[in-house]
T-cell receptor, first 111, second 111 residues
Framework: DTAVSQTPKYLVTQMGNDKSIKCEQN?????MYWYKQDSKKFLKIMFS???????INETVPNRFSPKSPDKAHLNLHINSLELGDSAVYFC??????????FGQGTRLTVV | SQQGEEDPQALSIQEGENATMNCSYK?????LQWYRQNSGRGLVHLIL?????REKHSGRLRVTLDTSKKSSSLLITASRAADTASYFC???????????FGKGTKLSVKP
């Protein structure tokens, strides 16, 4: 069974559109994250949710909004997509320890 | 802000040789982890070393940590073509549990 699953794997969309990426974890973890990996493979934390509370919000534009309906899900909504949003977005989860489990990533291409 | 810096950025070796990757970080840590990322895939946890440990082994992996120099190394012995991937070090950035990643080392193992 996939521990952290995110959909879709690929997303191609036009500038200005609104899109969502879904994420689910079946590990019983209490914290979920969204990371962004740019074209140079640099990974940066975007959001973190612990027990449905946002506990990290780095310098991410407010066009990005995480939504967590329950502990097992953390979806990422992106409004008014821009060319610079093109990247690979990873969902991840962890529980108390630092070992983090990652999804397979969503490659977002904005054209 | 980025925590870890790996070197080299890229490493190409022959099957059977050992591969050593280094990582430096800037602030105090509780632990340091290494992750592997195969092309087009998510990150997979390899090994975690705590700040009070100096060396740790897992199969063909050996990790060292020198907190006085704020550095770590990952040694892969008897490398295989299947070890071809990018390797990232990551440190715990704070109490929220998110990881701070280095830029990664791209390892290529030629058969």
């Amino acid at each position: 069974d996939t521990a952290v699953s995110q959909t879709p794997k690929y997303l191609v969309t036009q500038m200005g559109n609104d899109k969502s990426i879904k994420c689910e974890q079946n590990l019983g973890h209490d914290t979920m994250y969204w990371y962004k990996q740019d074209s140079k493979k640099f990974l940066k934390i975007m959001f973190s949710y612990n027990n449905k509370e946002l506990i990290i919000n780095e310098t991410v534009p407010n066009r990005f909004s995480p939504k967590s309906p329950d502990k097992a899900h953390l979806n990422l909504h992106i409004n008014s997509l821009e060319l610079g949003d093109s990247a690979v977005y990873f969902c991840a989860s962890s529980y108390r320890t630092a070992i983090t489990f990652f999804g397979q990533g969503t490659r977002l291409t904005v054209v | 802000s980025q925590q870890g810096e790996e070197d080299p950025q890229a490493l190409s070796i022959q099957e059977g040789e050992n591969a050593t990757m280094n990582c430096s970080y800037k602030t105090s840590i509780n632990n340091l982890q290494w992750y592997r990322q195969n092309s087009g895939r998510g990150l997979v946890h390899l090994i975690l070393i705590r700040s009070n440990e100096r060396e740790k082994h897992s199969g063909r992996l050996r990790v060292t940590l020198d907190t006085s120099k704020k550095s770590s190394s990952l040694l892969i012995t008897a490398s295989r073509a299947a070890d071809t991937a990018s390797y990232f070090c990551a440190t715990d950035g704070g109490s929220q549990g998110n990881l701070i990643f280095g830029k990664g080392t791209k390892l290529s193992v030629k058969p």
